[in-house]
């Protein structure tokens, strides 16, 4: 479908300009229709005869005056052709500045020599899965041979499958091949904007540049021309991540990491070409750059990741950047400041811890206190992406606003394993940034994929990234974060299914002949069975309340575990992705903190897909439940080849991928079990098939 979305009017955002305080209001939520508008240069179409000389007229006067001399409408035919010239060029201006305020048809026409434009045809997956299915039949044989398909035993039917059912429907990813981290994003000018790491010529990392993509909604997008190339010496091996920033002036401002020719990490500064574009299409690096040099304590090749800027009350900006030792041993946020943005300096450590290795991505902004950010009213989040670890950890701490200082509010969880996480799935290099058309801070998070880069390589297109989540602290547990899909993707619920009051017997498995599908937004409540319950002990064996203990049901040989759901999978279950809770003993209150009690929550992979050449992992962590909650809550959307859990209100979230061979489209059902020895009532089950976004 064609569609043309106008960038509403309106003054720019400010993406998290002063981290102390917040004082933007919300200016409303502007969506426009998707209209069927096919935008076309338009001008007169007249069939012009020649001009010829009359009859009887030769020699010197057919060459020149003769002709020129005649009149058409009382006017000389000069005048006339003259005039038609003018208004003809008004009518190509025109027709050029229409399509220079509106939102691109699809993508631009490709500009030779830009990388990433050929994936409008390369990715077949684009036009939906039909579409897609019927390209991948009519190419011949070009997805049915090959080493990588005969030492995975896949079919040409299996590459449809892989290529495009689990091509996801309304999660963001690019036209193909590879993205990593979220980048930048910013609203500007009515529009949403988000920057990625990107590999426009394979499906694996590398020659990595920095895609962009436009919203009106953070659920529709468009991917536009490359933003930033790898085109200048101190960037030369790659423009690696880094962060937006909206300028008092307005003027929004981009630091990244380049990559020099002997592997060095410098930080970079990048400016709009045209602040009249509210796409923000064209970038220019500054005549400065590099803009900050590396301390001498830090590890040349480890240093980089800005965050986005804030502005203190000395009147000067600062940014994060991460950095590790000599040894790759310690990791540190490093504090840079300017008073220009352009000129920079300092270096030091706003924390560190010893042995957790390299910090990237690092992240200081504000959350409310009880809906306030002044004063005691709010809290600062500390985040880092741990590189050894691959995993995503927060600390909750507080911020002084004299000495630019932070610490942690409870050393028990600073940056480590043992850290509180944003994800216990596949979820990595995570960007949050402060959304003042709405007075939210959001999240985005890159989903890795779980197959080879053989599979990857088939399917032409790897990565996607996370819905964006709406983040906010805690008030129950004030060293966490919940998280939650932002409400805009309720947009795309269709028809719905519910259940009420259903008891599950021991042993019950119930299929869900009402709703069936592999994009699914799933509401489910269950009651709790009992405060510990007896079937924690007698299933589980020594249980001590242990994390570790956490979903252990696969080695039961059930592929579940207590009491949840089954996803994607098959009408014969030789497929599945499970979703459940697991009760623990208490152990004397062990692992609680203000009646909190170990409820685990697992995700379990192991009986995902039949196909060799992805991982199927468990999932597991533990929820926070007080004594006084009598009911667990998940919220699971599914889509395609993607599995995203939010458990009891977003306090623990789960993100991982399945690669299901049979359990596509509509042969994906939805299944209820109990593999406990105590019934559990379903309250409230509510499922809501899911109408794909419009991402090309």
């Known amino acids: 479908m064609n569609y043309v979305l106008q960038a509403p009017a309106g003054s720019s955002n400010n993406d998290r300009a002063r981290l102390p305080v917040h004082s933007s209001s919300s200016s409303g939520y502007h969506t426009t229709q998707h209209d069927n508008i096919e935008l076309q240069e338009s001008g007169p179409d007249h069939d012009q005869q020649p001009l010829v000389a009359p009859e009887g007229v030769g020699g010197e006067e057919r060459k020149g005056v003769g002709v020129l001399s005649r009149h058409l409408w009382g006017l000389p035919i000069a005048w006339v052709c003259l005039i038609g010239l003018v208004i003809l060029a008004q009518v190509v201006l025109c027709a050029f500045a229409v399509r220079a305020w509106s939102w691109p048809a699809k993508a631009q026409p490709p500009t030779p020599g830009t990388p990433g434009q050929e994936l409008v045809s390369e990715n077949p997956a684009l036009g939906g899965i039909q579409s897609c299915l019927t390209i991948l039949q009519q190419s011949g044989g070009k997805f049915s041979a090959g080493k990588e398909m005969e030492g995975l035993h896949l079919t040409s039917k299996d590459a449809g499958v892989l290529t495009c059912h689990h091509y996801p429907g309304f999660h963001f990813r690019p036209r193909g091949k590879w993205m990593n981290d979220p980048n930048g994003p910013m609203f500007y000018k009515g529009m949403y904007h988000l920057f990625f790491q990107y590999n426009p010529y394979a499906p694996v990392w590398g020659n990595i540049q920095w895609g962009h993509a436009i919203s009106p909604n953070l659920v529709d997008w468009l991917e536009l021309q490359i933003a930033l190339s790898p085109d200048q010496w101190y960037d030369r091996k790659g423009v690696f991540s880094g962060s937006a920033t909206i300028l008092d002036d307005g003027r929004p401002a981009i630091l990244y990491t380049g990559v020099t020719g002997n592997d060095g990490e410098v930080q970079n500064l990048a400016e709009p070409a045209d602040l009249l574009d509210p796409y923000l299409r064209e970038w220019t690096k500054s005549a400065q750059n590099p803009i900050m040099n590396v301390p001498n304590e830090v590890n040349p090749k480890e240093f980089r990741d800005p965050s986005t800027a804030w502005k203190g009350g000395d009147g000067k900006w600062r940014v994060l950047i991460g950095g590790a030792d000599a040894s790759v041993s310690d990791g540190s946020a490093l504090v840079f400041e300017s008073a ?357």
Request: charged fraction near 20%; hydrophobic fraction near 35%; include cysteine.
């Open 340 to 696: 220009d943005f352009q000129r920079w300096q300092g270096g030091k450590k706003l924390h560190t811890r010893a042995g957790t290795g390299m910090w990237e991505c690092p992240e200081l902004f504000p959350l409310p206190v009880r809906g306030t950010l002044s004063g005691d009213g709010q809290k600062h989040v500390l985040k880092v992406s741990l590189e050894r670890y691959r995993l995503d950890c927060y600390v909750v701490g507080t911020y002084n606003l004299t000495d630019h200082s932070w610490a942690p509010d409870d050393l028990s969880v600073d940056i480590s394993l043992a850290a509180l996480r944003y994800d216990y799935g596949e979820f990595y290099a995570s960007k949050s940034f402060f959304d003042s058309n709405h007075n939210r801070t959001l999240l985005w998070g890159w989903v890795g994929e779980l197959s080879t880069e053989a599979v990857n390589e088939i399917k032409g297109w790897a990565s996607i990234q996370a819905l964006p989540r709406v983040l906010r602290l805690d008030e129950n547990f004030n060293t966490r974060l919940i998280q939650m899909p932002l409400p805009e993707v309720e947009a795309r619920r269709g028809v719905s299914y519910d259940l009420v009051n259903l008891t599950l017997q021991p042993g019950a498995l119930l299929p869900v002949e009402g709703i069936a599908g592999s994009e699914l937004d799933i509401e489910v409540e269950f009651g709790r069975p009992g405060v510990n319950a007896s079937f924690g002990s007698n299933l589980m064996g020594n249980v001590s309340g242990n994390p570790e203990h956490c979903c252990q049901g696969r080695q039961r040989g059930t592929g579940t575990g207590l009491f949840g759901l089954l996803v994607l999978a098959d009408r014969g279950l030789s497929e599945q992705t499970s979703v459940y809770f697991e009760e623990l003993s208490y152990d004397n209150g062990r692992m609680g903190r203000k009646q909190e009690l170990p409820i685990c929550l697992c995700t379990d992979l192991s009986r995902s897909s039949r196909y060799l050449g992805v991982r199927k992992p468990v999932y597991n962590t533990t929820v926070p439940v007080l004594s006084t909650e009598n009911a667990l809550t998940l919220r699971i959307l599914v889509d395609r080849s993607v599995v995203e859990v939010f458990a009891q209100g977003g306090r623990s979230v789960i993100t991982s991928r399945a690669y299901p061979q049979l359990a596509v489209g509509q042969d994906a059902r939805v299944f209820l079990f109990n593999n406990g020895s105590t019934p559990v009532v379903v309250n409230r089950f509510q499922a809501w098939q899911m109408q794909s976004a419009n991402i090309s």
